[in-house]
């Protein structure tokens, strides 16, 4: 962001639409406007071109954002043993034993893989978390709306029509909504005749997103099919996020690798407290200050995106100077340059992956300074009431793979290579999905004890 414009709006012009870029000053008075003043949800349909890539569904009600906050969050203990059998049964399925043998792996590819798995496990329940067929539509419908929203966000938005009916992303995602359609609502019709029934269900098919979602929605909010839906939007706004963030952080400790030491240690420290990695419960993961730490670090390093806060506008707005803001325009922050400012980060150029758990030391700020935690200039999932609904699901699923994938593998970079450099496409960034790393298991001994 250029120096001038730290304290000043800017406008950014897109070929679709053009953006205010506000300065952090007006943090507080966004966060404060209620959104039917200023909409998150209006400004995430028009990032995500929602009405090209079936993602105008999050418009018609707020279930998926009730469900995160009012279930998923709440259940969080009683979901941290589900999430570690997934990520057994996947680690036992897809990745080597071998000890000796160095093999190549693609990262991007290896975590996805592992977040798609877990996070099936707790938006679907088992079985269906394993089907194949789900877990190919909640990774490549991601994939296809970015290839559309790319691509579409380089012409103005009356072409966006006409464009929709020539791009194959656009099919594919679109396919991909119908095949979960396809899936789920004979699952949920199947869920509703057992409870109709007074069939009693096992735990996990009770305590999972989908369950929670049918339970809580209203007459209106119900149909099967409206469900199914909001399934797979909720897979994008989770599975690929929480995916390169992890993958950010084992490319940050492999290039600053004086760090793994020390996470290990912390971790045989909560092992010998709690006992073997599947007897630990959700607060035990909490005890990994320093991962928790790195994490943020590495998020700082590669943040998901350059801009957030994104707001629409519905009615003009007056911030607290006095500042006009005008009913239709669509507001973001430059989320990244706030909080890389030496104000707020000192030497920012620095990589310190303890940074936060030092911060964490000091006398009253213990709770402060952690992944999850959103401050009023470290805006990577958002502030106030609309900020980031799963961030504490985010923050427990890279824990439980981390903490599996560092104790029981060695990581190292091909042919002495420095870190894969990230990709840009607008504001996003993302890890090169390409690169590749060698990985072997470690002796038995050392690995984590189950
Ligand atoms: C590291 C991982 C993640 C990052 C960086 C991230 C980031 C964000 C950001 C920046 C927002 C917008 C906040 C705002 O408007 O102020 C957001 C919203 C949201 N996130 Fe996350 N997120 C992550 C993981 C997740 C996960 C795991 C889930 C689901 C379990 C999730 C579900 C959502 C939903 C439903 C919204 C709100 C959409 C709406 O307004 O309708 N996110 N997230």
């Not at 400004?43 to 009730?66: E, K, P, Q, W, Y």
Request: charged letters at 25%; a positive charge; one cysteine or more.
């Amino acid at each position: 962001m250029p120096r001038q414009c730290k304290d000043r709006i800017f406008q950014f012009r897109r070929a679709d639409t053009d953006m205010l870029v506000l300065p952090y000053k007006y943090v507080e008075d966004i966060r404060k406007l209620p959104n039917t003043v200023a909409s998150p949800t209006v400004a995430h349909v028009h990032n995500l071109m929602g009405s090209s890539t079936n993602m105008h569904i999050i418009l018609c009600n707020n279930l998926h954002f009730r469900t995160l906050q009012l279930k998923l969050t709440p259940n969080l203990s009683s979901l941290t043993r589900p999430m570690q059998e997934e990520v057994n049964f996947a680690v036992e399925k897809e990745l080597t034993q071998s000890e000796d043998e160095w093999v190549t792996v693609k990262p991007y590819h290896t975590i996805l893989d592992l977040v798609a798995r877990v996070s099936a496990r707790i938006f679907l329940g088992k079985p269906v978390c394993r089907n194949a067929e789900w877990l190919e539509v909640s990774t490549q419908f991601t994939e296809n709306v970015f290839v559309s929203l790319v691509f579409l966000r380089l012409f103005p938005m009356w072409t966006h029509g006409f464009l929709n009916w020539v791009m194959p992303s656009s099919y594919r995602g679109t396919a991909y909504v119908n095949k979960a359609k396809k899936l789920l609502v004979p699952e949920i019709n199947r869920r509703r005749n057992a409870a109709a029934e007074g069939q009693v269900e096992p735990e996990d098919a009770k305590n999972n997103l989908l369950s929670w979602m049918m339970e809580i929605a209203t007459p209106e909010e119900s149909e099967a099919s409206a469900l199914a839906h909001l399934e797979v939007v909720m897979s994008l706004a989770s599975i690929h996020t929480s995916q390169m963030n992890a993958v950010h952080c084992l490319y940050d400790l492999l290039a600053h690798p004086e760090h793994l030491e020390p996470i290990r240690e912390e971790i045989r420290a909560v092992v010998r407290k709690e006992g073997p990695w599947m007897k630990w419960e959700k607060p035990a993961f909490s005890k990994l200050r320093k991962l928790d730490s790195f994490m943020r670090e590495s998020q700082r390093f590669n943040p998901p995106t350059l801009l957030s806060m994104h707001r629409v506008l519905l009615r003009d707005a007056r911030m607290s100077d006095g500042t006009l803001l005008q009913k239709g325009a669509h507001i973001s922050m430059a989320v990244n340059s706030i909080q890389n400012d030496p104000d707020v980060t000192p030497e920012p150029e620095k990589f310190d992956g303890f940074r936060y758990y030092k911060l964490r030391q000091r006398a009253g700020e213990g709770h402060l300074h952690q992944f999850s935690t959103t401050q009023d200039r470290i805006l990577n999932f958002g502030h106030g009431p609309y900020s980031c609904p799963g961030r504490f699901f985010a923050s427990l699923e890279i824990k439980i793979i981390l903490v599996r994938l560092l104790m029981d593998y060695e990581f190292k970079f091909k042919n002495g290579n420095e870190r894969p450099a990230n990709l840009r496409a607008h504001e996003f960034i993302f890890p090169n999905p390409d690169a590749e790393i060698l990985m072997r298991a470690r002796p038995a001994s050392e690995r984590l004890s189950l």
